[in-house]
Structure formats: structure tokens, C-alpha cells
């Protein structure tokens, strides 16, 4: 588990190790500056070694430090110090008035002087190797302009390698918007925790490679008040269920899936394909009897329970279905139509186990206010309170709470946390970057996945997945973080074999049952 923490957040977390531990400033300011000196010394002498069976080796990389006057500058300063005292020739430009830098920094600016380095006022009509991107950490507070717009393109238009100090210039630390303008960079070297706008687009696009640097600041900083958001990352394998070597197909859990309209086959096969890659001892799926042919060709270990009109024998049916299951996803190409409606009331009215409700489901809550109303009130009674997981874009978030779809993307966070407290529910908000809210108020974001699984079908996978874990045994929220994690992951290698244009919804259940081999062994 890692926390993704907003400027905020990190402010008050360096205050603490400073004042409340006493860790001096400048101790972590140079840790900081040596984490980025030692990546581009590490990164020259590789370049070195792939160019000397080339002949004599080319001299040192001409490096520029560009610093603002804020600590972020004062890291720059230290960087291009240590650099030269490992032999970079190194040049430094200060952007901004003297007499607006931070003790740190002007305490750097003095250790230069001593050592007799001359720090430019003006950006130099030369050519870099290297730029150091110091000029605005996360204490940017408003748009990049003037001068500091200048050295941005200046910085933008060299064929330099630029490395950011903990995060590009110009991007907002919470949002990852572009304040004005941003600097380009090829690496970003951040200190202590991945700051939002990191992770978050545009500013992910704009960091490059993001490297997390140690320098002595740790979770216990927060003093015991944690950042709101965490995500996983590699070193988190322990999510899986477990699975236990004497259990049968029960044990593992018996998913009821509603999915499929006539002309959808498609969904509720995926779906259903999915449910089952993701460990579920078995699956029914409830979908109109013209899908039974091609449900039974494409996945014949899926059960069926199939309807044309609603009927009294119907609604039996789905009883008797209902009854079976341990866990109930509904929604996938599901359709708003009449029997479509009166499917969901039953489920909604008349069953109690794990519910999942995905796609054209949330768009029948949407339109049908009083069944929306009937399950927060639900939701919020314990007795009639079940575990719960609803599975929105933003679209279908907008049509849901009433909002437009980028109203949805600019509050994601809140409203992630706002819904997934009034319906008692592990609530995923998807998109580039999915959020999965708590009722208590935890807020998981996801970084696993890429563009590519911005295809038809793709939810419907998740939704399988949701299913398939839920029914064997997860809670909701468990089941909703691991899920957009697994999901992801099989994303990341379909397009590591496809690229991102190529990847199908298909292929990410083809590659989910290769994730889990992956995921095991690196347990063991
Ligand atoms: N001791 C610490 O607190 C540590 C801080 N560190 C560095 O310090 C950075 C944060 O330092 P600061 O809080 O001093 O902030 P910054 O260095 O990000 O700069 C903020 C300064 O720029 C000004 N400013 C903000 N937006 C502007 C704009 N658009 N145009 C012109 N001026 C603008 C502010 O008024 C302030 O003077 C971190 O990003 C990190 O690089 C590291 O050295 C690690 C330790
Ligand atoms: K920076």
C-alpha cells in the first residue's frame, strides 16, 4: 500500500519531521538533492559504457540548474553542486528576485558563493545535455507567467534530458492540471510520497519516468493523521482469496449473472468468461433466450437461465435463480427494457446477498428515482443493508447524482467518497485513473491499466471479476480495489503484447488467467 498524498498532505508531513522530530531542512534537502545527483551520475556512466566500444569517450554532460527561489529551487542548487563535484560541468540560473528565497535556499546560493560558483540571473543562449527542473515544487499556488513561462519554453526547447525535482514545473501537485504552461521533463525524482498530480493526467504525461526518493521522511510524519487517497503497487500481492486446497465448487462461490440483451450476447459472455478467470466456482447467467445459442458455443461452462417475456414462470425462474447464488452481478449490455426493469426491482426488492450493479442497470436507478431512493434507504438501515458495489463511468455517475459528466471528473474524489457513503457501498468511479470509495471514507486509486482499455467490453470484464471475487468471499471494497487493480494489470500485458491500440475486451480475459500464475509466484 502506498499513499498518493496532495501538497498539502506533504507540507504537513515535512513540517512534522522537521519540527516535531527534529530532522533539520537542510539535511533533507541534500538527501533530496543526492537521490536526484546519484539517478543522473548512475544514468551518465551508463551512457558511457554503451558508447566506449565507439571510440574515446565524449566529456561530461553540460548541465544546466534552473531554480526558482522556493526550496524547490533550493534543491536545484544543491544538485548542480554535487554534480560538479562529481565532474559535470554545470551552470546555474536563478529565476526570480534574491530577496524572495527561502532560508534554505538562500543558504544554498551562499555555499555556492564560498565554493565560488557564479549563479546566472538571465537563462544562457547555449545548449544543454542535462536540465535540472527546479524553478516550482508543490508550493506553486498559481499560473506559470512572465519570466517563469519564459524559462518553461526555454527549458521545453532545448534537446536536453530534463529532470524535474520532485514534480515538473508548472503541473498543479493535487490535480496534475497544467498551471499556464509545464516543463517537459524525462524524469521526475519525488521525495517521500508520489504526489497526486504525479499520477494524475496531464501531469503524469509531463513527469516522464517517476522515480520515488527516500530521503528520510516517512508515514510517521502524518502523525497518525494518513493522506485521504492509497493505491497499490508491485510489492502489494497479498490480495488474492485465498483458496483453500480441499474446497469444491461451492466454496469458491456461485455468481447469479444478469447480463445480455437481445443482440448483446457479447457482454454477458465476457462477463461470465470473466467471472470465472477470476477463481468463481460457477456462474449462472440470466440473459433473453435468443442468447442461448451463442452463450452455450462460446463459454459452455457457463449455466443459463434464459426469459423472453416477463412472465409469472419468468419471475419464478429468477427466483428460484436468485436463491442459488452467493453473489448477484447485474448490468452488463443488460438494455433498459421493460423485463430488463422489472429483473432489477426483483433483485433489488427481493434478495440479500453481494450485489454488483454495472452499465445499463445504474442508467435504470438513474431513471427510475424511487427505485434509486428505495436502496439508500435501504443501504442505510443495517438490517436491510447488504454488501454492495456499483460500478459507474462518468457518464453513467453524471446521469446518476444528477451532474454533468465533467462536473463527475473535476470533484471525482469527493463525490466518490460522497456516493459511496449515502449507498452504504464500495463505489468505482471509472476512468484513466479509477477511484474506489469506502462508506467510511477510504479512498483507493488505481494505477494499473492504460488507454487502450478504453474499448467496447471492457467493463463488463471488470464486472465479471468483481463477481468472481466477491462470491469467494471478499468484502466489497477488498473486492472492489483488487478487481480495478486485476483488471488493469491484464490491461498492461494485453498491450504489452498488442499496444494499446490493439487490445480487446477479450483479451483482457485471455490475459487475466495468465496474471494469476504471475501473481502466485511472486508470493511464494
Ligand atoms: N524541508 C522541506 O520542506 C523540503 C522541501 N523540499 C522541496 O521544497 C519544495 C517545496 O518548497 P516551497 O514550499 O518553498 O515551494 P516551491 O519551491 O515550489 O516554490 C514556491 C515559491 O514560488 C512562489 N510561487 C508559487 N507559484 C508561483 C507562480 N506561479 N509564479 C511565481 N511564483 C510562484 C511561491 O510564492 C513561493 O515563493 C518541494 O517541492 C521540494 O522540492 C525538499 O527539499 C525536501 C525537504
Ligand atoms: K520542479
Known amino acids: 500500500m502506498e499513499y498518493l498524498v496532495t501538497s498539502a498532505e506533504m507540507k504537513?508531513?515535512?513540517?512534522?519531521?522537521?519540527?516535531?522530530?527534529?530532522?533539520?531542512?537542510?539535511?533533507?534537502?541534500?538527501?533530496?538533492?543526492?537521490?536526484?545527483?546519484?539517478?543522473?551520475?548512475?544514468?551518465?556512466?551508463?551512457?558511457?559504457?554503451?558508447?566506449?566500444?565507439?571510440?574515446?569517450?565524449?566529456?561530461?554532460?553540460?548541465?544546466?540548474?534552473?531554480?526558482?527561489?522556493?526550496?524547490?529551487?533550493?534543491?536545484?542548487?544543491?544538485?548542480?553542486?554535487?554534480?560538479?563535484?562529481?565532474?559535470?560541468?554545470?551552470?546555474?540560473?536563478?529565476?526570480?528576485?534574491?530577496?524572495?528565497?527561502?532560508?534554505?535556499?538562500?543558504?544554498?546560493?551562499?555555499?555556492?558563493?564560498?565554493?565560488?560558483?557564479?549563479?546566472?540571473?538571465?537563462?544562457?543562449?547555449?545548449?544543454?545535455?542535462?536540465?535540472?527542473?527546479?524553478?516550482f515544487g508543490i508550493g506553486l499556488t498559481r499560473p506559470v507567467e512572465g519570466s517563469f513561462a519564459e524559462a518553461v519554453e526555454y527549458i521545453n526547447a532545448q534537446d536536453a534530458y530534463v529532470l524535474s525535482v520532485d514534480i515538473p514545473s508548472g503541473i498543479h501537485g493535487d490535480t496534475g492540471e497544467v498551471m499556464g504552461c509545464a516543463v517537459q521533463a524525462d524524469v521526475t525524482v519525488t521525495f517521500g510520497f508520489r504526489k497526486l498530480g504525479l499520477v494524475l493526467y496531464p501531469g503524469a504525461r509531463y513527469a516522464g519516468k517517476v522515480l520515488c526518493a527516500d530521503i528520510g521522511i516517512t508515514q510517521e510524519g502524518f502523525l497518525g493523521e494518513y493522506p485521504r487517497i492509497f493505491t497499490w503497487n508491485k510489492e502489494d500481492r497479498g490480495f488474492l482469496p485465498v483458496r483453500l486446497q480441499e474446497g469444491n465448487k461451492g466454496t469458491f462461490g456461485k455468481v447469479l449473472l444478469i447480463a445480455g440483451s437481445r443482440g448483446m450476447a457479447g457482454a454477458c459472455e465476457l462477463s461470465a468468461a470473466a467471472v470465472l478467470k477470476s477463481?468463481?466456482?460457477?456462474?449462472?447467467?440470466?440473459?433473453?433466450e435468443s442468447n442461448r445459442v451463442i452463450m452455450q458455443t462460446a463459454l459452455p461452462?457457463?449455466?443459463?437461465?434464459?426469459?423472453?417475456?416477463?412472465?409469472?414462470?419468468?419471475?419464478?425462474?429468477?427466483?428460484?435463480?436468485?436463491?442459488?447464488?452467493?453473489?448477484?452481478?447485474?448490468?452488463?449490455?443488460?438494455?433498459?427494457?421493460?423485463?430488463?426493469?422489472?429483473?432489477?426491482?426483483?433483485?433489488?426488492?427481493?434478495?440479500?446477498?453481494?450485489?454488483?450493479?454495472?452499465?445499463?442497470?445504474?442508467?435504470?436507478?438513474?431513471?427510475?428515482?424511487?427505485?434509486?431512493?428505495?436502496?439508500?434507504?435501504?443501504?442505510?438501515?443495517?438490517e436491510t443493508r447488504r454488501e454492495l458495489i456499483l460500478t459507474p463511468h462518468p457518464g453513467e455517475f453524471g446521469r446518476l447524482a444528477g451532474k454533468k459528466t465533467d462536473e463527475i471528473q473535476k470533484e471525482a474524489a469527493a463525490l466518490t467518497l460522497e456516493w459511496a457513503a449515502r449507498l452504504q457501498a464500495a463505489f468505482i468511479c471509472k476512468g484513466a485513473r479509477t477511484l474506489v470509495g469506502s462508506p467510511e471514507g477510504r479512498l483507493y486509486m488505481n494505477l494499473t491499466g492504460n488507454s487502450g482499455m478504453a474499448t467496447a467490453g471492457s467493463g463488463d470484464v471488470l464486472t465479471g471479476i468483481l463477481a468472481g471475487l466477491s462470491a469467494q468471499g471478499m468484502h466489497a471494497f477488498d473486492a472492489a480495489c483488487a478487481g480495478v487493480y486485476l483488471h488493469g494489470m491484464a490491461g498492461d500485458r494485453a498491450a504489452h503484447k498488442k499496444s494499446e491500440y490493439g487490445v480487446t475486451a477479450g483479451d483482457l480475459t485471455l490475459e487475466l488467467e495468465a496474471l494469476f500464475p504471475e501473481l502466485l509466484k511472486k508470493l511464494q
Not at 279 to 288: S, W
Open 12 to 135: 504537513r508531513c515535512d513540517g512534522n519531521t522537521i519540527e516535531h522530530f527534529g530532522m533539520p531542512s537542510m539535511v533533507l534537502m541534500e538527501r533530496a538533492a543526492l537521490a536526484c545527483a546519484e539517478e543522473l551520475i548512475a544514468r551518465d556512466k551508463k551512457l558511457k559504457e554503451a558508447m566506449r566500444p565507439f571510440g574515446p569517450v565524449p566529456p561530461a554532460n553540460r548541465t544546466l540548474v534552473a531554480a526558482g527561489t522556493g526550496n524547490n529551487g533550493g534543491d536545484g542548487l544543491a544538485i548542480g553542486r554535487l554534480l560538479s563535484q562529481a565532474g559535470f560541468p554545470v551552470d546555474f540560473v536563478l529565476l526570480g528576485k534574491e530577496e524572495k528565497c527561502s532560508a534554505e535556499t538562500a543558504a544554498q546560493l551562499k555555499i555556492l558563493e564560498n565554493y565560488g560558483y557564479r549563479v546566472m540571473r538571465k537563462l544562457p543562449e547555449r545548449e544543454y545535455d542535462i536540465i535540472i527542473d527546479s524553478i
Open 279 to 288: 477463481g468463481a466456482g460457477m456462474v449462472r447467467a440470466v440473459t433473453p
Open 301 to 382: 461452462e457457463a449455466m443459463l437461465t434464459t426469459y423472453e417475456k416477463w412472465t409469472p414462470q419468468a419471475e419464478e425462474k429468477l427466483r428460484e435463480a436468485c436463491a442459488w447464488a452467493n453473489v448477484i452481478a447485474v448490468g452488463p449490455g443488460f438494455g433498459k427494457s421493460p423485463e430488463a426493469l422489472r429483473i432489477l426491482e426483483a433483485v433489488l426488492k427481493q434478495t440479500m446477498q453481494p450485489l454488483i450493479i454495472d452499465a445499463d442497470a445504474l442508467n435504470l436507478l438513474s431513471e427510475h428515482r424511487e427505485l434509486l431512493d428505495e436502496l439508500i434507504q435501504r443501504q442505510q438501515e443495517p
